[in-house]
């Protein structure tokens, strides 16, 4: 479903370069979940900015779905946004509307009709445990439910993959383990889940497949993997 | 499906329109400014033509006929002028008439009086000659000076007041290409100001426009609430100056007719108010909407 060709990304930084990755190849079947370790600045972000369009590499052929994405023009970008849910630290999510409102902003964005909005809004916010908090703004809620608004919202569009990059980051330990498992529930479900991290304790209790990144090279690739660096 | 889509963009333009709306009035007004001076232009324009269609129809020649030239002589000059398809009307002034009127005019003037008691009569008889149409004077006079009443004829008045009349016509040319180069410089201004407030615009929906890209928003629904939000700007603007331009014509217009007469430029305003609203809609949303479209093109990568 999604392949690295002998990827490399360089970054110009004031005149001078940065590789942010070098010559990464692998690839990810549909259903997987894949989690990208590495410690901070190793490319994982980049990687998934890779998958989503966001960058272009430098040189090398990053293939979703058996399409390069680099290919692809800026206006069937948004239809290659809709199949890829993205998750963040940060949440991204809209401060002035509710919850309600930041996922229905999303169906509305893509021109999903209200009767949909109005059926599949509770929906999704059933999957992730907060049906009682449509109403709350994101500054009324914790961490952890921020980051289930925001894997609802990745939710909407039914997507195939969802990248998430660091989810956990800003969690504490509790609301981490359920970010995992409602990750994992997703997973089951279908859903194809990247998640970037650098959490040694996630990917040692996770048992899935583990690509390890460091300074830009994939250092290792294994089933049932282990953050060893 | 569509009218959805167009709905959503519209309500979201009519946001960022709103939640800014100092900014907003701001842009409005120094838009407003544009399109009420071009308004103004048109309309001074309007005057001018009337004054000059006053002035043209006000014209009539004086031909001074010789002293000596007999009154069946100038019966027959006025029945042959009459003949032209130009002339409207002619009319005689004999020089006894011409008399009687001049002393009426200057009654109290006892030294003009006495010299004209001591001169006889000095003033010609004339024939007054109106045309159809100002343009058409030009052919009457070439009809006198060349014809064969030539000799019978002291002087034509009437190059007094075609140089009055080319004089104006100058200086409502001069008003106009100033007026045109004044509504350019605002405009240019107003296009300017538009651009800056939308580029804040994008400055402050950032973060939205940030996860509208993350959940897959087509560029039209990233962009078009910015153009929707530019347009609005010149939709207002052309309202505002509809709104203050009435009243302003319908107290002035009448001082105008006292300066003018015949100028009616409320009544004119009135019946032209839809060519000129929809003129002052369409500069008004070109200007924004141009604005807009330079300011998605530079800032707003989608």
């Not at chain 1, 392949?3 to 190849?25: H, M, Q």
């Not at chain 1, 997507?159 to 980051?169: F, K, M, N, Q, R």
């Not at chain 2, 232009?41 to 005057?47: A, E, G, I, R, S």
Request: aromatic fraction near 10%; charge should be positive; hydrophobic fraction near 45%.
């Amino acid at each position: 479903m999604i392949e690295f060709k002998n990827v490399s990304k360089t970054y110009e930084i004031n005149g001078g370069t940065c590789d942010a990755l070098s010559d990464i190849s692998f690839k990810i079947k549909a259903g997987e979940f894949v989690s990208i370790a590495g410690p901070s600045g190793s490319g994982k972000s980049t990687l998934l900015k890779l998958i989503l369009g966001k960058e272009k590499p430098t040189s090398g052929q990053v293939f979703f779905k058996n399409e390069d994405v680099s290919l692809i023009p800026t206006k069937k970008m948004s239809k290659l946004r809709q199949l890829i849910g993205m998750v963040f630290q940060d949440f991204k999510l809209l401060p002035k509307r509710t919850v309600y409102e930041n996922i229905a902003f999303a169906m509305e964005m893509v021109g999903k009709p209200n009767k949909e909005i109005e059926e599949d809004v509770p929906q999704v916010l059933d999957l992730v445990g907060l049906a009682d908090k449509s109403a709350s703004f994101p500054n009324q809620l914790s961490g952890g439910e921020k980051q289930r608004v925001s894997i609802a919202r990745a939710l909407i569009h039914r997507p195939e993959v969802i990248l998430a990059d660091e989810p956990t980051g800003n969690l504490d330990l509790l609301n981490t383990w359920d970010i995992v498992r409602l990750l994992l529930k997703i997973n089951e479900l279908g859903t194809t889940i990247i998640l970037a991290t650098h959490d040694r304790e996630i990917i040692n209790n996770l048992s899935k497949r583990v690509l390890t990144l460091n300074k830009g090279r994939l250092i290792r690739d294994e089933e049932n993997g282990r953050y060893i660096l | 499906m569509k009218t959805l889509t167009f709905y959503r963009i519209l309500r979201a333009g009519w946001n960022n329109f709103w939640r800014n709306r100092w900014l907003s009035l701001a842009t409005i007004s120094v838009m407003f400014l544009a399109i009420f001076s071009a308004s103004v232009l048109v309309l001074l324009n309007v005057v001018g033509q009337n004054i000059l269609t006053a002035l043209q129809n006000k014209v009539d020649v004086s031909v001074y006929i010789k002293q000596e030239v007999g009154e069946q002589e100038i019966n027959k000059m006025r029945s042959d002028l009459m003949f032209l398809g130009e002339v409207k009307n002619v009319s005689y002034v004999s020089s006894e008439e011409a008399l009687v009127k001049f002393k009426e005019r200057h009654q109290e003037n006892p030294t003009l009086m006495e010299s004209i008691a001591e001169l006889g009569n000095p003033l010609l008889p004339t024939l007054n000659i109106e045309a159809n149409n100002a343009s058409q004077y030009d052919a009457i006079i070439n009809f006198l000076e060349n014809g064969k009443y030539k000799e019978s004829i002291e002087k034509i008045n009437y190059k007094q007041s075609k140089s009055l009349i080319e004089k104006l016509s100058n200086f409502s040319d001069k008003v106009r290409r100033s007026g045109i180069l004044i509504s350019i410089i605002l405009a240019v201004v107003a296009g300017l100001v538009a651009f800056n407030t939308i580029r804040l615009a994008m400055y402050n929906f950032k973060s939205e426009v940030e996860v509208m890209r993350l959940v897959g928003a087509s560029d039209w629904y990233i962009r078009g609430p910015f153009l929707i939000e530019g347009v609005l700007y010149g939709a207002f603007a052309a309202a505002a100056t509809l709104i203050i331009l009435t009243p302003l014509l319908y107290f002035f217009s009448p001082k105008i007719s006292m300066l003018v007469p015949n100028s009616n430029i409320f009544g004119w305003y009135s019946s032209n108010f839809f060519l000129l609203f929809s003129l002052q809609l369409i500069f008004g949303v070109a200007l924004g909407g141009a604005s807009s479209l330079v300011a998605i093109r530079k800032y707003l990568r989608v």
